[in-house]
């Protein structure tokens, strides 16, 4: 069974970067693209971006400048960056397995969240 | 970037049915088959139960139906249980390839 599990600071600092890895077991990370999603406390889902296994990326217009997301496959991880975060980036982050069929793209693993403060 | 709107919330009994809908534009939803529904019980991460909008992942129960009409896509849980309470959300595939989701619809089990 595939398992994803998000790893990193759970307190960032105004204007500093967010960095947070998702670690993939049970499967390989390769052939596969590999999504990013965030929920504010109190809040709706919101979708940051997915990367491809080899590298290839599609951000959400909204965060597009301030995102940064890279792939590992030595070590079955990939990661997210955000850059000049903010209290408004306070949210639980998760990521996922996009599976993308012909026809569209869905979520289909997730790993369990984590919440990223950002406060000083 | 496409917007899709969702209720606020629904409720019903246990035994009834409840639809939650999804609506967007002729652009997207009403053209193409790229709508999914995920559940989220409280403190959890958010679980599919529907993609293409009507396909249900294995191990989804058959009381979860997807289907969709006009720019309308909707969920339907028939023979509503407890554990059914949850946050669902519809989400979108769009045309530039990118994903957005809706408002999210809490459902009360009365």
């Known amino acids: 069974q595939l398992q994803l599990q998000e790893s990193g600071p759970g307190l960032v600092k105004p204007s500093e970067t967010l960095s947070l890895t998702c670690t993939v077991s049970g499967g390989s990370i390769s052939g596969y693209f590999w999504s990013w999603i965030r929920q504010a406390p109190g809040k709706g889902l919101e979708w940051i971006g997915y990367?491809?296994?080899?590298?290839?990326?599609n951000y959400s217009p909204s965060l597009k400048s301030r995102v940064t997301m890279s792939v590992d496959t030595s070590k079955n991880q990939f990661s997210l960056n955000l850059s000049s975060v903010t209290a408004a980036d306070t949210a639980v982050y998760y990521c996922?397995?996009?599976?993308?069929?012909?026809?569209?793209?869905?979520?289909?693993?997730w790993g369990q969240g984590a919440l990223v403060t950002v406060s000083s | 970037q496409s917007a899709l709107t969702q209720p606020p919330s629904v409720s019903g009994s246990p035994g009834q049915s409840v639809t939650i809908s999804c609506t967007g534009t002729s652009s997207d939803v009403g053209t193409y088959n790229r709508v999914s529904w995920y559940q989220q019980p409280p403190g959890t991460a958010p679980k599919l139960m529907v993609y293409?909008?009507?396909n249900r992942p294995s191990g989804v129960p058959d009381r979860f139906s997807g289907s969709k009409s006009g720019n309308t896509a909707s969920l339907t849980i028939s023979g509503l249980q407890a554990e059914d309470e949850a946050d669902y959300y519809c989400s979108l595939y769009t045309s530039s390839s990118t994903v957005v989701f809706g408002g999210g619809t809490k459902l009360t089990v009365l």
């Open positions: 996922a397995r996009l599976h993308c069929s012909s026809a569209s793209c869905y979520d289909t693993y």
């Open positions: 293409e909008v009507s």
């Open positions: 990367i491809y296994y080899s590298g290839s990326t």
